[in-house]
């Protein structure tokens, strides 16, 4: 029974590095480590998400932009 979860753990890191691989291959020259780590990080903020029960960086970028962009602006014609 160990020798089957070993091999199945083995199998599953074998398949996330070849993946790692072949995304970091495909990824424009400059974008290589966020294309291949990209979905490592996604999934280590999803499960800081769900253990925290606060929200991630990505929401919280996206949250802060829309309130931006909700607010009116400053305009040089408001300082006349």
Do not use: K, N
Not at 7 to 15: H, P
Not at 17 to 40: D, K, L, S, Y
Not at 47 to 55: I, P, V
Request: no cysteine; net charge negative; glycine share 10%.
């Amino acid at each position: 029974m160990e020798l089957v979860v070993a091999s199945l753990a083995a199998l599953f890191a074998a398949a996330i590095v070849i993946g790692m691989t072949v995304r970091a291959v495909r990824a424009p020259r400059g974008e290589r480590m966020r294309a291949a780590f990209g979905p490592i990080m996604g999934a280590g903020e999803t499960y800081q998400e769900l253990h925290t029960g606060q929200r991630g960086l990505q929401d919280s970028i996206i949250e802060s932009i829309q309130e931006q962009e909700q607010r009116p602006g400053r305009t040089d014609a408001d300082d006349r």
